[in-house]
């Protein structure tokens, strides 16, 4: 009876022993030892959840470049025309019109359109410095900004042969070096003893960029032509028929119509044009420095 006792005992005292170890378990973790968990020093990795795709936002194809954020596709010359509409709003902004002044010189392949040219002009305007500049019966005069107060404008040549004509001309600085005003300038013209017909006319650069900024007007018998350049060199005018094949007018014009780049290949017609006289003018100063 006494070994009953004992025995009985012991299994009692042994439970009661376990029943703190089990009461300070937290729910749902094992005591060390128990099958299928960790030992004291065992570390145990934490699961990494599956991520849950997105149902609107579709998986890109390898090779396929991922959109950037909006969807943007614009070309550069609507960056361009955008920044000249936040520039319109804030002429006073000079780093705005500086950047697109930038741009549009570091990409040949962009077609200045009417609005960035009068955002331009309307920087120039905000806070502009004049010069002026004759050479035989050509006269020149140019707004720049005034952060290039020591630029003068120089008349090189204007030649008119009927509905199209080039100019020539450069800026220096004060010790003669040639340079380029830092927006471009907004340059005028007179041709005296000659006249243009009306029509709508566009600016070709040397380099085939077309600038939708021209006014070509007669006065007194002279031709007066103005219009905003983002560099200078030599420039022709022509009328915008020569583009496009059709008729004179705003409407015809794809320029002032879209506002977006047009293929650099257009300067081909344009080489049959109008090019032709910048191509004579630049022979003769090539000519001429040699």
Known sequence: MKKVCSVVCAVALALALSVPALANATPGQATPGQPGQSTPGEVIPTPVPTPIPNPGVPTPAPGVP???????????????????????????????????????????????????????????????????????????????????????????????????????LHFENAAGTEVQPVLGAIVSVVVEGTTMPANDYVLIAEEGRVIDDVQV??????TVINFWAPHFSTY??????????????NSSNPIAK?????????????????MAVVGGVTAAKKAKAE
């Open 217 to 222: 007007s007669n006065f007194n018998g002279n």
């Open 66 to 168: 991922t959109p950037a954020p909006g969807g943007s596709t614009a070309t550069p010359g609507q960056v361009v025309d955008n920044m000249a509409n936040e520039l319109l709003k804030n002429p006073a902004n000079f780093d705005l019109a500086s950047k697109i002044q930038g741009q549009i010189n570091a990409d040949k392949s962009i077609n200045v359109s009417a609005t960035v040219a009068k955002a331009m002009r309307a920087a120039i305007n905000y806070d502009a410095t004049y010069s002026a500049s004759k050479t035989g019966t050509v006269s020149m005069s140019a707004a720049i900004s005034a952060k290039n107060s020591d630029m003068k404008v120089v008349a090189e040549s204007a030649n008119i042969m009927g509905s199209r004509a080039s100019v020539t």
């Open 236 to 249: 022709a005018i022509v009328p915008a028929s020569d583009l496009n094949g059709s008729g004179s007018g």
């Open 258 to 274: 879209t506002g977006a780049d047009m293929s650099i290949a257009l300067a081909g017609s344009v080489a049959v044009a109008g």
